[in-house]
């Protein structure tokens, strides 16, 4: 398969303190490959502050890198600009979290889509006509064209905030937990119709979320990050059936079971303590002051690579 998206070495470091001298530095992402293969879901998840929306970010160059490489369909777009940029954004977006704080208040919905349309110089005839066909692919009516944002349920927002992107017939989209502000039965109606306009439109997803189930409901590959660095990639069934690493068993074991006796028979991970600084991560793995498994003298010492342990399963951990 041929990779649409491949980040190298990505890193993303953000100073502390001090106007010219920093303090300190907030290690956000550190030194991240990944590599998302055209038309699949990737899934990228984590506890909060461990690098996945800066990750998603940095891919579509809304943040700069402090070093690495980001390449898009085989070219270089690290220090693209101007024009190159231009043409980049039309091929790749971004779905924010909280779809009424990237909603302008004081734009109807025409006026919201028509700007995009204007900026990156759409030929198109009639936007009126075309925005009122789009909004029916995302489950809504003309009728909605001139109305506000306020008018809208939180889901119907969302469904505005995903076409919003799509006008621009994108072939790659960073959807930053587009479910997480909504309810659970407009979550699933919102899962579902990206999973259609996938099929649709050929689009390929980097799916951002703390909430292993619906990764595992929408991704083909997860991707798990600690502290700013990837320590587990594997497929989606593979990854939730038999996590390697012991954070990604950590977080599996919290997942609801609907069957109570299912439940009960399951072996629960407490991890102990919180999360590191990311401003001063602990040397060697940095998942090793909360590890169960941690061997001593190497775990604290030595930083574990990524490597393949089954065949596209990859884990970052020196019990393999």
Known sequence: MRALVKAEGLTKYFPVGGLLRPRG??????????????????????????????????????????????????????????????????????????????????????????????????????????????????????SHLHRYPHEFSGGQRQRIAILRALLLRPKFLVLDEPTSALDVSVQAQILNMLKDLQKQMGLTYLFISHDIGAVRYMSDRITVMYLGKVVEVGPAEEIVKEPLHPYTQALI?????????????????????????????????????RCPYVIKGKCEREEPPLVEVKRGHYVACHLY
């Open 25 to 142: 530095y907030v290690k956000a992402v550190d030194h991240v490959d990944l590599e998302i293969y055209e038309g699949e879901t990737l899934g990228l998840v984590g506890e909060t502050g461990s690098g996945k929306t800066t990750l998603g970010r940095l891919i579509l160059r809304l943040i700069e890198p402090t070093s690495g490489r980001i390449y898009f369909e085989g070219e270089d777009i690290t220090k693209a600009s101007g024009a190159k940029l231009r043409e980049f954004r039309k091929k790749a977006q971004m779905i924010f979290q909280d779809p009424y704080m990237s909603l302008n208040p004081r734009m109807t919905v025409y006026q919201t889509l028509l700007e995009v349309i204007k900026v990156h110089k759409l030929p198109i005839d009639d936007p009126e006509e075309y925005i009122g066909k789009m909004l029916e692919l995302v489950g809504l009516e003309r």
């Open 253 to 289: 074991s919290a997942l609801p079971i609907p069957d109570p006796k299912v439940a009960r028979s399951r072996k629960k991970i407490l991890l102990t303590g919180e999360p590191p600084s990311p401003i001063n991560p602990p040397p060697g793995c940095r998942f090793h002051p």
